[in-house]
Nanobody, 116 residues
């Protein structure tokens, strides 16, 4: 299990952009999927995007075409570039390291607020 620390959240206007980063305390190359999840007030945790070590990505329909997930295994980081942000993107965003077998790792979360 690795420690994950998110950064890059903040307040942005409708239509703006933000870039989230997640730094891992250890190697991410042996983690089955790295990803971003989010939770809006009063809502369930939902998938935003995931990426495998081979670079295969999965996006939720709500962010497809606007968000891009990427990884840098040399730096043990993943990023989420968020463009054309909408008020409904407002949430706490969590970085996750997901393993098919074994314990998952989760960050503490970073707040993203999009004003209308």
């Amino acid at each position: 299990q690795v420690q994950l620390v998110e950064s890059g959240g903040g307040l942005v206007q409708h239509g703006g952009s933000l870039r989230l980063s997640c730094a891992a305390s250890g190697t991410i190359s042996n983690i089955d999927r790295m990803g971003w999840y989010r939770q809006a007030p009063g809502a369930r945790l939902e998938l935003v995007a995931t990426i495998t070590p081979e670079g295969t990505t999965v996006y939720s329909d709500s962010v497809k075409g606007r968000f891009t997930i990427s990884r840098d295994d040399a730096k043990n980081t993943i990023n989420l570039q968020m463009n054309s942000l909408k008020p409904e993107d407002t949430a706490v965003y969590y970085c996750a390291g997901l393993k098919n077998f074994g314990r998952d790792s989760w960050g503490q979360g970073t707040q993203v607020t999009v004003s209308s």
